[in-house]
């Protein structure tokens, strides 16, 4: 059984910066990401890393955190990173760890078998 623990959450000021972690316990897949909910809205896509063997990592991101947020992930450790730089209030929610097996670059909740409870991210104007 996968167990996945985010934390690194808080608050902070539009243009500050937050590094999220993601300790996976259990066993290592090759896919983690990141996805966050905001209040009244559905959760939604935010990054993943794919891990595909031969020390290759490779990263994919929703459009509107691509060039701002970082993912990436420690496999020795089993650890999943999120950087989040420049941050603006809409990036407010509670962000969630997500694990899974497969090596496509899914972006559906639906494909992700694992979860994490959440951390909450708070930027404020």
């Known amino acids: 059984q996968v167990q996945l623990v985010e934390s690194g959450g808080g608050l902070v000021q539009a243009g500050g910066s937050l590094r999220l972690t993601c300790a996976v316990s259990g066993r290592t897949l090759n896919n983690y990401g990141w996805f966050r909910q905001a209040p009244g809205k559905e959760r939604e896509f935010v990054a993943a890393v794919v891990y595909s063997g031969q020390s290759t990592n490779y990263a994919y991101y929703a459009d509107s955190v691509r060039g701002r947020f970082t993912i990436s992930r420690d496999n020795a450790k089993n650890t999943a990173y999120l950087q989040m730089n420049n941050l603006e209030p809409e990036d407010t929610a509670i962000y969630y760890c997500?694990?899974?097996?497969?090596?496509?670059?899914?972006?559906?909740?639906?494909?992700?078998?694992?979860w994490g409870p959440g951390t909450q991210v708070t930027v404020s104007s």
């Open positions: 997500a694990a899974r097996n497969g090596l496509d670059h899914s972006r559906r909740l639906a494909d992700f078998g694992s």
